[in-house]
């Protein structure tokens, strides 16, 4: 997984598939909580989701600060990306 638009992929792909959020509604902008309906235990899932793809691990404490989609990608791809 080397760029921001592997790691977004994946990301929709984890939404759609493990959450059941709908396509339509995942954009860089899209705040997890609010828009997707995400609390901090779907965040942890999500995190151990990529941890287990990539062998890496990525520390919670990385996502405080995450309110959108466009953070997560940013952050992991911060952690995994080249």
Do not use: N
Request: proline share 4%; hydrophobic share 45%.
């Amino acid at each position: 997984m080397r760029g921001k638009d592997e790691v977004y992929a994946q990301l929709r792909s984890f939404l759609i598939d493990l959450f059941e959020v709908p396509e339509g509604d995942i954009v860089p902008d899209a705040r997890l909580a609010e828009d997707l309906d995400l609390d901090s235990i779907d965040a942890v899932d999500l995190i151990v989701k990529f941890q287990e793809l990539t062998g890496q691990k990525i520390p919670a404490t990385a996502f405080k600060s995450v309110r959108t989609v466009g953070d997560v990608v940013e952050k992991i791809h911060a952690v995994v990306g080249d």
